[in-house]
């Protein structure tokens, strides 16, 4: 993998938000979760489609934070329309688990 430089990492904007709204998304060619995510007043709420049903079910994710890239341009995911890119890891069996922080920050926090 290549070397970037910090200017190049800095044009990744990773934001701290808070899950407000989750739904089933099941006719998503993968099965997925429509996500609303606060973060904040400078960004407001985003939308976002997440392939994480393996862990996770819409009513545990309300109130949860979870870290998310905020400038990618949106994506048609199906019907429903992407706006934000939820950051998660793969664990043995390769399915997500979400990146969120260890303890409640404040939403629109910026990664650095």
């Known amino acids: 993998m290549g070397e970037i430089s910090f200017d190049d990492f800095l044009k990744v904007d990773i934001r701290v938000g808070r ?3 989750a739904e089933p998304y099941p006719e998503a060619r993968k099965p997925a979760i429509k996500l609303w995510i606060d973060f904040g007043e400078e960004i407001g709420e985003r939308k976002s489609s997440a392939q994480i ?3 996770y079910d819409p009513g ?3 109130g949860r934070q979870v870290m998310a890239v905020v400038n ?3 994506r048609q995911i199906g019907k429903f329309r992407s706006e934000v890119l939820v950051l998660g890891l793969p664990d043995k069996s390769g399915d997500v688990v979400l990146i969120s ?3 409640d920050v404040p939403l629109g926090g910026r990664m650095h």
């Open 101 to 103: 922080p260890d303890q």
């Open 53 to 55: 049903t393996a862990h």
């Open 19 to 21: 899950v407000v709204k």
């Open 60 to 62: 545990t994710l309300v």
């Open 72 to 74: 990618f341009p949106p």
